[in-house]
């Protein structure tokens, strides 16, 4: 007799093989910690398949389309986006995870869920918007915003985890390896593809990057990502623990501030950073003294005006912000 052409695999059965096969320091979803409302376990999916899903059906992901990764409103069909960077960084993690025994879904809902709390502008947005704020704004922290009071979608304690700790300025690192594999993997995929965007948008020439990121990395692109997830597979099969062997993660560190001081922050840039924080103000402004005009949604009960207004124009798409700022802000007849 011959096996059935499908086998179920169930959530039972998927979460035994996690506990016979992951590695002993991977995170196992039968012992994922308690959401803050319980609710009935899915049948067949487990604790963080069910998380990695509700991120990608969110409103709060579909709006990463129109989000500025580098480059404000870019013309080409190729340049990357806030949402395509985000699959690039979950597609980093997956592969670093499965090659370490760790929680492949786990990894993925973190990585897909890491920038849901990214401003318009990328993060000239968030320069934008700390002044309304105590302290400083960063999407890593409004994006649990986002997924617990502005779209609740009821995660679990160690995705939430990973998304608030998925910027390195915040100590401590993500409490699950996964979490901190995202850290990783998020570097990885955009000081990859932005060093392209800038060489396709002629920003740098193919031969601007400095030789010595060159001869350990190999060239921009395919090579430095392969690169950078084998260095971080050796390093932590050696630690036993997720890590970057020290002088390539400083090389790493250092090839990032090459990337602000020729990229990100280059004198080119500052006429567009420029309007995309009077665009950001102008709105937060504005609807902070009409807090009738912000939808539903953003106007919490236990919000101020402001704190209704920083969320609503945080959570917008580059586009709409520019229409919104056009409408309310443009001289009649100007054009």
């Known amino acids: 007799m011959t096996d059935a052409p499908l086998r179920l695999r169930t959530r039972e059965v998927r979460e035994a093989d996690e506990d016979a096969h992951l590695a002993p320091l991977a995170t196992r979803a039968a012992k994922a910690l308690p959401r803050d ?39 080409g069909d190729h340049f990357v986006t806030r949402l395509t960077h985000t699959l690039q960084v979950a597609q980093v993690g ?120 060159v001869t350990v990395f190999g060239p921009p692109g395919r090579a430095w990502i392969a690169s950078m997830v084998e260095t971080v597979i050796a390093s932590s099969m050696e630690s036993g623990d997720v890590t ?36 950001i103000q102008d709105l937060v402004e504005w609807f902070a003294q009409r807090p009738e005009q912000i939808p539903e949604a953003y106007r919490l009960a236990d919000s101020s005006a402001v704190q209704a207004a920083v969320d609503y124009v945080a959570g917008m798409s580059d586009k709409f912000a520019m229409r919104l700022h056009d409408e309310r802000f443009r001289p009649a007849g100007l054009y």
């Open 94 to 213: 997956r592969s670093i995870a499965v090659a370490l025994g760790l929680n492949e879904p786990l990894t993925e809902a973190i990585c897909l869920g890491h920038d849901i709390g990214h401003a318009p502008f990328g993060h000239t947005g968030e320069d934008a918007l700390t002044p309304y704020v105590e302290g400083e704004w960063q999407h890593a922290i409004h994006g649990v915003r986002v997924v617990e009071k502005l779209e609740p979608l009821n995660l679990t304690v160690e995705v939430r985890d990973g998304i608030r700790q998925s910027s390195w300025k915040n100590d401590p690192p993500p409490f699950t390896p996964e979490g901190r594999i995202c850290r990783y993997a998020d570097r990885i995929a955009y000081l990859a593809h932005d060093v392209q965007d800038a060489i396709r948008a002629g920003v740098l020439t193919p031969d601007a990057v400095p030789d010595r990121f």
């Open 244 to 279: 970057m062997e020290p002088d390539r993660l400083q090389l790493m560190h250092e090839l990032r501030n090459w990337m602000f001081e020729h990229v990100y922050l280059r004198p080119e840039a500052r006429a567009h950073s420029q309007r995309a924080v009077r665009v």
């Open 37 to 75: 409302v319980e609710e009935p376990e899915d049948p067949y999916r487990t604790a963080f398949e069910r998380d990695r899903d509700r991120i990608l059906h969110s409103k709060a992901f579909r709006r990463l389309k129109h989000k500025t990764q580098v480059f404000l409103n870019p013309e």
